[in-house]
């Protein structure tokens, strides 16, 4: 008796490996795809960094009675809950409330000299920038301002609305540093 030897694969074994292997390729495809998104999520995000940032070092170099951080003549109470966008307004399609806009011309208020990134290559990005000053008496309760409090907000179109990012920092009031 001659018993019959297997030689190769027959089609319907190829037909289900072809069929496996294009169920995975869909699969990366899909992967790809999703690392694209969250590769251009990622460069928003550090273009926003850089951008908040760079307006922070700028704020820093400003002196105390610069117009572009508002009046520290009186203790701000109301601001100091909101200051930082605990809400997500900034996230909305619609305008937000802040102390300072960079589309208002406040970035050059009081005929101040601008050095950060030009408005121009933010905006032409879609990057807005805001700033906000709450000014508190915090160590020796005078009624003069110790600090100003200071949140850069800068937010940038996702979708149907917008992304932010925030950064929180502080300028001390060089009449009451001990």
């Known amino acids: 008796m001659r018993t019959r030897q297997t030689r190769g694969f027959t089609l319907l074994e190829t037909v289900l490996a ?7 390729a869909t699969g990366m495809v899909g992967l790809h795809m999703q690392g694209l998104r969250m590769e251009g999520d990622a460069r928003r995000i550090t273009r926003a960094t850089a951008i ?10 400003w002196p105390w ?24 307004a900034f996230e909305h ?12 011309g406040a970035l050059t208020q009081g005929s101040t000299t601008w050095n950060g990134i030009p408005l121009s290559d933010t905006q032409a990005q879609g990057y807005e920038r805001y700033w ?13 301002p110790d600090a100003a409090r200071i949140a850069v907000i ?9 992304r932010r990012v925030v950064l929180l920092g502080s300028k001390l009031n060089p009449a009451e540093a001990r």
């Open 93 to 104: 399609s619609t305008t937000p409330t802040a102390s300072f806009s960079d589309a208002g």
């Open 18 to 24: 072809m069929a496996i292997l294009l169920i995975g």
């Open 65 to 88: 009675a610069d117009p572009r951080l508002g009046t520290a003549t009186a203790v701000e109470t109301t601001m100091l809950d909101t200051l930082g966008d605990p809400t997500f």
């Open 52 to 61: 908040a940032q760079d307006l922070m070092d700028q704020i820093s170099t």
């Open 132 to 144: 906000n000053v709450a000014y508190a008496d915090d160590s020796n309760a005078n009624g003069v």
């Open 154 to 162: 800068v937010r940038y179109p996702a979708g149907v609305g917008y």
